[in-house]
């Protein structure tokens, strides 16, 4: 079945510094890809999405790139924020019809802390 | 535009017992999702719905968890009896499609349950 599997946690990092949480996957067909942020005591939010090999999602300065060769989608951003500190998750969904067209099938998630 | 709805936010019941959570979908959003986010994990998808017919309930355990969606709008997700490994957050989701591509998934706050 579809899997997904993210970088080891929890990731501290210092204010601008550069960041990097690796994402990879395992899946039938042609999957899109997801990365969802959750904020403390907020719900999952969107942050970004790739629907096709190559594409390159990005949103408030994070960035994935949708790579078919490698099944990856791993997240980066140049210079973090303290605000970025969340638990973050890559996720996936069957393009495909039948029972599981739009599952989300979501990796383990990291938490991220951003120190000032 | 509201977002999805879910309640109650938080509920503490004995092992044994009953408990039940309702959502409200996005107006006008076909497909309803219920996922069970254990701490420390990705959510894990329960059951998902098409209007009102269930599309994927693979994951569900059968025995002790059921839901319905009457009217194709609100869904409602039912424990009995709840065991200590059910406590967890539970989220519900709710997407539009198009054409063949799965849509956004919008997810709300989530109900926290805690079984003692």
């Known amino acids: 079945g579809d899997s997904v599997t993210q970088m080891e946690g929890p990731v501290t990092l210092s204010e601008e510094a550069f960041l990097t949480i690796n994402c990879t996957y395992t899946a039938t067909g042609y999957p899109s890809l997801f990365w969802y942020v959750q904020y403390p005591g907020e719900g999952l939010q969107l942050l970004l999405k790739?629907?096709?090999?190559?594409d390159k999602g990005s949103n408030k300065g994070f960035e994935a790139t949708y790579r078919k060769e490698t099944t990856s989608f791993h997240l980066e951003k140049g210079s973090v924020q303290v605000s970025d500190s969340a638990v973050y998750f890559c996720?996936?969904?069957?393009?495909?019809?039948?029972?599981?067209?739009?599952?989300?099938?979501f990796g383990q998630g990291t938490i991220l802390t951003v120190h000032p | 535009e509201a977002g999805v709805a879910q309640s109650p936010r938080y509920k503490i019941i004995e092992k044994r017992q009953s408990v039940a959570f309702w959502c409200n979908p996005i107006?006008?959003?076909?497909?309803l999702y219920w996922y069970q986010q254990i701490l420390g994990q990705g959510p894990k998808l329960l059951i998902q719905?098409?209007?009102?017919?269930?599309?994927?309930d693979s994951q569900l355990p059968k025995d002790r968890f059921s839901a319905e969606r009457l009217k194709g709008v609100d869904s409602t997700l039912k424990i009995q009896p709840a065991k200590l490994e059910d406590s967890a957050v539970y989220l519900c989701a709710s997407s539009s499609t198009s054409g063949s591509l799965p849509n956004e998934q919008f997810f709300g706050p989530g109900t926290r349950l805690t079984v003692l």
């Open positions: 107006s006008g959003h076909a497909t």
């Open positions: 996720a996936l969904s069957d393009r495909a019809g039948g029972t599981s067209y739009g599952k989300l099938t």
């Open positions: 790739a629907t096709k090999a190559d």
């Open positions: 719905f098409q209007n009102n017919g269930v599309v994927d």
